[in-house]
């Protein structure tokens, strides 16, 4: 069964780099056809799609945060990762990591979610 689990600071100034991985096991991120996506929910508001990582290592991000973000991989370790620059408190969200079939587009595992919170 695959699981996936959060992990970075709790804590980023403004003007900073947010910095997020994702560990995933029971699954390879390069089998196919899964996305790796980063998702968030800021207080009081619907979740957002950030962007993902597909099994390939092809990368697509929301235009409204594309001009900031990049999602990484690292196979080695099975780990995707996100980074978030120019931080602003608008920014302060639960993330959450995921995986999206290829097949039918369902999210189908999803991180147990990590709150990031932007302030100084």
């Known amino acids: 069964q695959v699981q996936l689990q959060e992990s970075g600071p709790g804590l980023v100034k403004p003007s900073q780099v947010l910095s997020l991985t994702c560990t995933v096991s029971?699954?390879?991120?390069?089998?196919?056809?899964?996305?790796w996506t980063w998702i968030r929910q800021s207080p009081g508001k619907g979740l957002e799609w950030v962007g993902y990582?597909?099994?390939?290592?092809?990368?697509v991000y929301n235009p409204a945060l594309k001009s900031r973000t990049s999602i990484s991989w690292d196979t080695s370790k099975n780990q995707f990762t996100l980074q978030l620059n120019s931080v602003t408190p608008e920014d302060t969200a639960v993330y959450y990591c995921?995986?999206?079939?290829?097949?039918?587009?369902?999210?189908?595992?999803w991180g147990q979610g990590t709150l990031v919170t932007v302030s100084y």
């Open positions: 990582i597909d099994y390939r290592g092809s990368t």
């Open positions: 029971g699954a390879s991120i390069t089998d196919n056809y899964y996305a």
């Open positions: 995921a995986r999206r079939s290829g097949v039918d587009n369902a999210l189908n595992a």
